[in-house]
């Protein structure tokens, strides 16, 4: 092997790590995503079954009821439609009817309700979570702070 074809060997082997290195870090980002969507924005797309997604909006009012446990179900909408969500765990404290919310998690196989593993509720009165907001001003709806959607 020449000196030439040495050179060649090992920048070929360079390159052909850095492209294994960049695909197994592009492998791992795209396991952790989790897309965002709004209710209404569910209805236009199409997401399958066990994909993590999160799902924000405003908890629909009257729509919370406590079952068994520590599992809970509720409505999460944006004025144009809703979701209806199920979670088992603690909520936040500041987790109500009329607030803003997001939630993560998946859509279980034959099923139209949304399983969520994390719930995040505001932190005062006057905030909304940024992706909500601006998904809920894209539609059309306008945010006073004190949002309560019945």
Known sequence: ????????????????F?????????????????YFYVPSDLAKASVSPGT??????VV????VKRGDGKTVTFTVTDTLAGVPVTYTGILPDLFRE??????????????SVFVA?????KHDETYMP???A????????ELSGKETIK
């Open 1 to 16: 092997m020449t000196r030439k074809q040495k050179r060649l060997a090992i920048i070929g082997g360079g390159v052909g």
């Open 18 to 34: 850095l492209v294994l290195a960049a695909f197994l870090v592009m492998f791992a980002f795209s396991q952790a995503i989790a």
């Open 52 to 57: 993590r997604i999160r799902l924000g909006g």
């Open 60 to 63: 629909e009012g009257g729509s």
């Open 98 to 111: 009329g607030q803003g919310v997001v939630t993560e998690g998946a859509f279980v196989q034959g099923s």
């Open 134 to 141: 601006d998904r809920l001003k894209a539609q059309g709806v």
């Open 130 to 132: 940024k992706d909500v």
């Open 117 to 121: 593993d994390t719930v995040l509720a």
